[in-house]
Each structure stands twice: as C-alpha cells, then as structure tokens.
C-alpha cells in the first residue's frame, strides 16, 4: 500500500509473512509499532500488557527488580546507542508508574531519550483518588505526555511518541495506556502506520560566520562540549574543528567522552572536581563555545565566570540564556553546525590566531597537576585509598573497548578527573541531578546496547543500597558487567552537613559485606582489603564477565575527602 507521495505504508499488525490479522486488541497494535521500528527489547517490571504482546513478536522483555532501574537501564541504552536504537520501557499502573518517577526524573535532567510506556487504571477511574495517573504527574520531567483515550487512536499517537523521541531536544517521552484500551479490540486494516524519520536543524550561514569570526577574534577561546556532541555523533567534527583553529576542549559531566581524552588539546571534564587544566584555561579564556549543552547550573558542574564571552550552540531554543547571558545563541543540531563552521572556515581560507604552544601548555599544566596526584592514586594505605581503586580500574581495563561509569557523589568526584575517555561513548556521565544507584542501571543499559563491551560501574556502598538486588538482573537476564563497590562504613561526606547527628548518633555510619551477597545472587564476588591484591582482583573479576558472569569486587576504602580542584 502506498500513500499520496508513492511512500509505502504498512497497515498496523502486517505481519512479515504478508498474512494479516483480521482483529488485534490496543497492546497488539502497540507491540507491532514497536515491532516495525527495529525495538529489540522492551524493559520494564514487574508487569504489563505490552511483555506478551512483545514476546509474540520475538521481541524479549528485560525484567528488572524496581522500576527505577528499569528507567535506568533504558538510559543507558538510548545514550550508549545515541537516540540511534529505540530504547523502551513499560511499568505496571499504580505502584510501578509511581515507582518509576525518580528515574523518569533522572533521565529528563540527563536528557535521555526514552520512549515511555506505563499503563494505565481503566478509563474512567483514573482520575478518581488515589489513583495515580501517569500522564498528570509526568508532565514536568518528559518533553511530552499524554494518555490513549481510544484504541483507533493508538498508531497516530504512537507516532507521535516515537516522533518526539527522535527529534528535537532529548528528553522523556510518555504515553499512557490505560489497561482496559490495551485489551479493546480493532481492526487494523483501518488504522495506518508511517515509521517517523529524525530531522536534523542547522543554523543558517550567517550565524555560523558570526560564530567563526567571534572565535578567531579572541585571544583564548575555549570550547565547551556537552552531550549534544555524543547524541549528534559529532566527536569526528569536533576533533577537526578543534585542530583546525587549535582550540582547547573541555567537556560537561555528561559530555565526557564526545572529544577523546588522549588528544593533545583535550582539557579534560568541568566537572565539581576536575582536573587543573580546566581552571587553568578557563581562568584565562575570553571566549567560551558551549556546543550542544544547555548549561545547566549545577552544583556539580564547573560554573562560567561573568566576564566571558559565551556563545551557545544547542538543538533546543529553550536553552539558550537559560542560566547564562550569551553573546550569540543558535539553535542546530551540534554536528550540522560543526560541519557547518568546518566549511567556513575553509572555503574563506581563514586561519586561527596565534595563541603559542597551546598543546604544551596544556601538556605542562596537567603534568603537574598528576605530579601532585599520584601519591594519592598509587598509595600503599590500608584501608584502601579509593584514588588507588581509581588507578588499578585505569591499568586494568582497555579504554578502547570499555564503558564506564560511575555513581553520585564521591566515586563520581574521585574517577571523573583521572579517568581517559578515549573513545565516544565509553564513559556514561551524570552530574545535574544525582540519584544514588543510577550507575547499576546505566552499566547494565550500555552492555544491553554493547554486549562486546567491558562495562565497568564504580559505586559506594550506599549506591548498592539503593538498587543491589537487580545485580541478579545482569545475570539473569545475561548482562555481565563489572560492578566495583567502594565500602568504607560511612556515608562519605556527610558527617559535615549533619555533625551533631553523626557525633552523638552516629548517623552516617553503615555496615555489612557485599561480595556474598553478589555470590549468593548468582554472580561472582570478591572483597579486597589491600592494595597489593586489588589488581590481581580486577583481572580475576574481568576475565569472569569476558566468560559471561556478572561481577562484584568489594575494596574496603578509607574516607577521603580531599577532591581535584577543591583541594
């Protein structure tokens, strides 16, 4: 069948083999969208209409323990793919959608593009208290949200979620299924499907040139990059741009990764600890190319001093002097752009501003700030230093076929600065909001989307406390991953913002072991207490997922306070 424009057009539920159904009820209808668009799972817990529908179609479900988690790991999808792959996810009504907030929340603030599919309290009921209706409480952390009324209606609206998911800013996208309408039967032949496509904006060749010239006007420009970067597959453009008019790169929490690491103009990542080349150049900047982030203020984000010069470049509008003045904002898609200002630059034949040895300066600068470092990365204490977790991580694994990531608070702190990311894509960083126990979620979402990969999560114990039990969900569902858990009995950090409480109740201290309950999970798990033994433990623990079975190394730390570029 064609449409008007001599398009196809497939009737929803054609099945491969050309025999149609001659009736489907709405979670059909909705598993054959899926099914049209290449889905190649659907995750979720602990139940909804949408797993069987799926399942008929060979599309498997991924079970999780939480909800959250399963959030989670439809983030580490979508951003491990780049939006490329279509990431899902599907929640019970009540209980599941309720419980499924804190990682909708998460994702919106990582701007993660999922495609949400909660189901519903029966038309007619939702509204009625306490009912929880999804498609009300949603609205502030999804870029769209809205609940199906009809079952004729459900290809139109479908096509609009996945529309929203491909295009424009990355964030949430939901749409309610209430329960009864995914039972309601219809005939397909009546409702017609089109696969939407992703549009790409870019800025018009005025702006671009005002871009160039603002940046070869300065006397040190600096460039921000954020996960625009690695959700436009852009770190090729921006590498060449970079070495074309020889601009140092740093990038957001979330951007680390999109420009490698290893380069020689690379700066490393803002982050609230950082590395000292990004205060020393940020100091002495005038000029400030945001690509493809829309900078957030964040207390865990490196903030822009007032008298730079910023200039924005972000795919969505909203962004643009959201939390900062800027000089010039335009709105495109970050690897457009950068193609964009490539061409300029070359076709007028223009050429960057003599600003020295750029490379050495930042060769110099971060030679001493490792100088100063090492001692704390290669410490023989006992407890365990957990810069020295952060060392052997570094000598264990191969950057080029590894993901990493990391959870909130000091395990984020203490590898972020050190830690190469070499290659787009093999570091998942967070950092505007900081949900304990994302990082489970994300490593198992990128090893869904990678299975040759080396997924590594960095977590501290209260981390595990949030989210431990689905490390049965790697091994279940067959996602080896490498899960290092950081023990040192405390909340780290904490003891300063409630002193009386710790000193009289002891109210940041925890306990307990985790290696056993990684083996009793049916994983592998290790505790180490020395530093000699930690390496030796980490190869152990990478050659068993290289076999396939999830694991755990539990290193017994000290509490360590002192964080790159806030000591």
């Not at 479900?61 to 939480?66: A, G, H, S």
């Not at 200039?311 to 964009?340: F, H, N, W």
Request: proline letters at 7%; aromatic letters at 6%; glycine letters at 10%.
């Amino acid at each position: 069948m064609r449409d008007g424009n001599g398009k196809d057009v497939v009737p929803v539920g054609k099945r491969e083999e050309k025999q149609v159904m001659k009736e489907m009820n709405g979670a059909e209808v909705v598993a054959s969208i899926l099914k049209q668009e290449g889905v190649k799972q659907i995750i979720g817990f602990p139940n909804s209409e949408l797993f069987d529908a799926s399942a008929h179609l060979d599309i498997p479900p991924v079970i999780t323990r939480t909800p959250r988690v399963a959030v989670n790991i439809a983030e580490g999808y979508a951003r491990t793919t780049a939006g490329r792959e279509l990431a899902v996810v599907t929640v019970q009504y009540g209980p599941g959608a309720e419980s499924a907030f804190g990682g909708i929340a998460q994702a919106y603030n990582d701007r993660a593009p999922i495609l949400f599919l909660p189901t519903g309290y029966p038309r007619g009921s939702e509204a009625v208290a306490p009912n929880f209706e999804a498609s009300r409480n949603f609205r502030h952390i999804t870029k769209w949200c809205e609940a199906a009324s009809r079952v004729e209606h459900l290809p139109k609206l479908m096509h609009s979620a996945i529309t929203r998911v491909r295009n424009g800013r990355p964030a949430p996208v939901l749409l309610e299924l209430p329960v009864d309408l995914l039972a309601e039967k219809l005939d397909p032949s009546l409702n017609l499907y089109q696969r939407p496509r992703r549009s790409v904006p870019q800025a018009d060749a005025g702006e671009i040139a005002e871009l160039v010239n603002t940046l070869l006007a300065a006397k040190s420009p600096v460039i921000f990059a954020g996960q625009g970067v690695l959700a436009g597959s852009a770190s090729q453009e921006l590498v060449e741009f970079a070495e074309l008019l020889r601009i140092p790169v740093m990038t957001t929490p979330n951007g680390k990764s999109g420009f490698p690491e290893n380069h020689p103009l690379a700066l490393g990542t803002a982050g609230r600890a950082r590395p000292a080349t990004i205060d020393h150049f940020m100091d002495k900047a005038d000029v400030v190319l945001a690509l493809g982030t829309s900078l957030t203020r964040s207390h865990y984000i490196l903030p822009i001093a007032r008298d730079k010069v910023v200039l924005q470049v972000t795919i969505d509008e909203g962004d643009l002097g959201k939390d900062y003045p800027i000089a010039q904002g335009v709105v495109s898609d970050v690897r457009a752009a950068l193609m964009q200002m490539i061409a300029h630059v070359r076709t007028e034949g223009l050429t960057a501003t003599d600003c020295g040895d750029i490379a050495g300066e930042i060769r110099s600068i971060r030679t001493a700030f490792m100088e100063r470092w090492v001692p704390f990365l290669t410490a023989d204490s006992e407890p365990i230093s957990p810069y020295r977790v952060v060392w052997e991580i570094m000598r264990a694994v191969d950057p080029a076929k590894t993901i990493v990531t990391h959870d909130a608070g000091n395990p984020r702190d203490q590898l972020s600065p050190f830690y190469e990311a070499s290659v787009p894509g093999s570091y998942i960083g967070w950092g505007k909001t900081t949900q304990l126990g994302s990082g489970l979620g994300f490593a198992l979402g990128a090893k869904l989307a990678r299975p040759e990969a080396t997924v590594v999560n960095l977590m501290g114990e209260a981390a595990f406390g949030m989210v431990g039990i689905d490390f049965e969900t790697a091994i279940r569902c067959s996602l080896p991953i490498l899960t290092v858990v950081m023990r040192n009995n405390v909340l780290g950090g904490y003891a300063a913002s409630m002193p009386i409480a710790t000193g009289k109740y002891g109210a940041n201290r925890m306990s307990g072991g985790y290696a056993p309950i990684a083996e009793a999970l049916g994983g592998y798990g290790e505790c180490v207490t020395s530093p000699a033994k930690l390496r030796p433990a980490l190869l152990r623990a990478i050659e068993k997922v290289g076999h396939g079975q999830a694991a755990l190394v539990e290193v017994v730390t000290h509490e360590e306070p002192r964080l790159p570029g806030l000591s």
